[in-house]
């Protein structure tokens, strides 16, 4: 897949989407996975506090909670961050893409750029540090998304905008969180689309439209109740 970069944001040619917003890519990550989520509260009390992302991208995402995490993690907690990436980027394209918050992470980004694995098919299991394991799956999300047995905590839906890219907000992707979540799991995404919104509750989830960040009117967050 071939991506331009704008004012230091990439950009996907074939989805006419972007990574992250070209205005502030780490505030909205912050805003729509870190903040809607409910993070660091629900960290508390988890031994093991799991996270699925669908589209890994730039790993932005990725770095954030992982110094969220750091910052709030009691003693002997860990964190499991499994992401889905049909598209991968290289480490040297993360490195370029990430260059604005180099700052942000003085030490986690070099800790990703190294641990970051060949982009070849198939699940990548990084121990990126003592307490936080990456899992990095890479091939489409419809495929692998039936063969993980991991019980997820919480859920960041970033593929690129359904309207371009509906084949990723699928009905596998529903049927699988619901087979997956905790009672209780949350998941936030930066769409409000509205079959994305009906998909989710007919599996379960508890929906709510919430204001988007910037400029964005609206966005989706909510929690698993479980199945009838
Ligand atoms: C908006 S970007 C994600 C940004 C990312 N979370 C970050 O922190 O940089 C969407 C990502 O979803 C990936 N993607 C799109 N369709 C996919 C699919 N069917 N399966 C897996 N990944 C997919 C794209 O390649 C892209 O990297």
Not at 45 to 54: A, H, L, Q, S, V
Not at 156 to 165: A, E
Not at 186 to 203: I, N
């Amino acid at each position: 897949m071939s991506q331009t970069s704008m004012k230091g944001a990439p950009r996907s040619k074939e989805f006419d989407d972007v990574y992250f917003s070209v205005a502030d890519g780490l505030a909205e990550t912050r805003f729509v996975f870190l903040e809607r989520n409910d993070l660091p509260e629900r960290f508390l009390g988890r031994n093991e506090f799991t996270i699925f992302e669908t589209g890994f991208g730039t790993g932005l995402n990725f770095l954030a909670t992982w110094q969220l995490f750091k910052a709030h993690a009691t003693v002997g907690q860990r964190l499991h961050f499994i992401s889905v990436e049909k598209y991968p980027l290289s480490a040297l394209q993360i490195q370029s893409y990430l260059h604005p918050f180099a700052h942000e992470f003085p030490d986690l980004l070099p800790a990703l750029v190294k641990g970051y694995p060949d982009p070849v098919s198939g699940r990548h299991d990084i121990a990126i540090d003592d307490h936080v394991r990456l899992s990095l799956c890479i091939g489409d999300m419809n495929d692998i998304i039936p063969a993980v047995s991991e019980q997820i905590d919480c859920w960041f839906l970033d593929g690129f905008k359904p309207s371009t890219n509906p084949e990723m907000w699928s009905p596998t992707l529903f049927s699988n969180m619901a087979r997956l979540s905790k009672t209780g799991a949350r998941f936030s995404t930066f769409t409000a689309a509205g079959f994305v919104k009906r998909g989710l509750r007919e599996v379960g989830f508890e929906v709510q439209k919430m204001r988007g960040f910037g400029t964005k009117r609206d966005m989706l967050v909510g929690e698993f109740r479980g199945c009838e």
